[in-house]
């Protein structure tokens, strides 16, 4: 009697416990509706079936599941509590009824040998809890044994059927054979603490992986989080609202089929074995990998990928955000658009920067380092695995610039744009490349600068600045001889009124310059070398006071771009790759 009294009490706190902060959404993305009701995370604790677990003595309390000998088989909807373990065992779901089975993993430890652990063959819906202040643990085998040729379950975790996760308590999945959870249809992760081992895929929902919260920490050979539904345009896609995530992966970290949306988060991703290793010539190591579209509205995203950090073959957003990059590929890649409204992005290391054939930044505080280009707009697929195939074209692609504050550290062209740019607003500071075959800045049709500033310094062989059909007055100004990184260029009015004090961090012979500073009919002077006591921020001065170096020469505004000087024979724009 004593022992149902506290069965009874037992159950009333699994109730309390597995049913906070039930959200009320349900999400649908386009006729892809996703199995979810608040119903889901509610039950009658009076109801609760209790099943321990332990081995060959599996005990159950009531009605709707069956033991024989290490295997537990559910055929019927309700509400189970779990505990104990199972050292070589099986806990099954097959019932035909629509309705939905929960099952409370109260403290358990399930291994397989030759199977998954558990394993949902059929059920309108499978909801699991994580119990609170439990450790839940299940391993499946290394080799399978087939028991149904036409869908074998490949996860210690699988479901033919949707299923769902949460609660406060924690879940370790060794997955040996294959993938760690996978759900044939939809998977929703509600919350909880969730750990997985894999051999290939770590967590897997073919229809739609959803993930409202948790905390995750998931090392895999394969993929980490995926959905790959292929046949539907509505389905395959990955949403994640919150959470902590510690990926390292193979693989590509976070992979759907159509679309990425991340509302927020705390992301630590390593993939391929990061950016040192090189970009793999055979697979996709991403960080975050959408085929059709990728939003970001939040977050902070720590990425160290051997391939793209964040890719897309078709448009990306990035609303917000905290980055840092580190790729053997691109930072930020989209094959079609890529639209940056906001965030702090760092791209510590990457062969390109941030690329994509159309470009708009709205602002944000963006810093690239690239071995290639820093910022390229170029159409077709990126240097890399994983694009839409086919060569680079010229010509067609667009650079837009409407604010916030850019600066690129690129060892190709600093700006390559194979199209036009157009300027209306923000900061973009250039250390451009040192060799003639590249340029600060590169485009082939036109760069109409409206308003902003732009600093660009490199190599004067294809050095351009914005064109005549800009309304704000620009200089490309290029030396008869190179100087040295560190070396103080600095450009005042006659009156001695300082409008520039720059200090390049690599070698350079070009400046390319534009503020509104510059004013039609005024003369400037132009040194190089000497000091300042100013602050420098990426190189630029401000306040503080300039001991003038050498005088290069002198110039007066006559016109919307003022040349200096000549390039060193290959002449601007054109090769734009």
Known sequence: ???????????????????????????????????????????????????????????????GATASGSKVTITSAGTYSLSGTLTNGQIIVNTTDTATVRLILNGIT?????????????????????????????????????????DDPNAAIFSKSDLSIFGNGSLTVNAKYNDGITSKDGLIIKSGNITVNSIDDGIRGKDYLIIRDGNFTLKTSGDGFKSDNDENTALGYISIVKGTFNITSGKDAIQAHTDVKINSGDFVITTGGGSSDGKPSSY???????????????GIFSINSADDAIHTNGNMLINAGTYTLSTGDDGMHANT???????????????????????TIDGG????????????????????????????????????????YIYVNGNGDGVDVNGSIT?????????????????????????????????????????????????????????????????????ETSAGDEVLTFKPVKQYQSIAFSSSKLVKGTTYLVYTSGSST???????????????????????ISSVVTKLGSSSGMGGGGMGF
């Open 534 to 556: 100013g602050t420098a921020t990426d190189g630029l001065y401000t306040g503080g006071s300039y001991t003038a170096g050498t005088k290069y020469t002198s110039f007066t």
């Open 284 to 298: 996709s190591a991403k960080g975050i990998k959408a085929i059709d579209s990728l939003i970001i509205n939040g």
């Open 423 to 491: 300027m209306t607003g923000g900061t973009l500071i250039v250390n451009g490349p040192t060799a003639n075959d590249n340029g600060a800045l590169d485009y082939d049709g036109t760069f109409k600068l409206t308003g902003g500033y732009v600093l660009a310094a490199g190599s004067s062989g294809m050095a351009q600045a914005p064109d005549a059909t800009s309304s704000q007055n620009s200089l490309l100004l290029n030396f008869t001889s190179a100087y040295k990184a560190g070396v103080l260029v600095h450009i």
């Open 337 to 359: 658009t890529l639209a940056i409204k906001a965030g702090d992005i760092n791209v510590n290391k990457s062969y390109e920067g941030i690329e994509s054939a159309k470009i």
């Open 110 to 150: 399930v291994t397989n040998s030759s199977s998954s652990a558990i394993l949902v063959k059929k059920s309108g819906k499978t909801v699991i809890c994580l119990a609170d202040n439990t450790q839940n643990s299940v391993t499946d085998g290394s080799s399978y044994t087939v028991e149904d040729s036409d």
């Open 1 to 63: 009697m004593m022992r149902y009294l506290f069965l009874s009490f037992f159950a009333l706190s699994l109730l309390v416990a597995c049913s906070k902060n039930t959200d009320t959404v349900k999400t649908t993305n386009g006729s892809g509706k996703v199995n979810e009701d608040p119903a889901d995370y509610i039950w009658d604790n009076s109801k609760v079936t209790h099943i321990v677990l332990k081995d060959n003595a599996i005990t159950i309390d009531s009605v």
């Open 365 to 404: 505080n963006i810093h690239v380092t690239s071995s290639d280009d820093g910022i390229n707009a170029a159409s077709g697929s990126s240097s890399g695995t994983g694009g839409m195939g086919g060569g680079m074209s010229a010509g067609n692609c667009t650079l837009y610039i409407n604010g916030g």
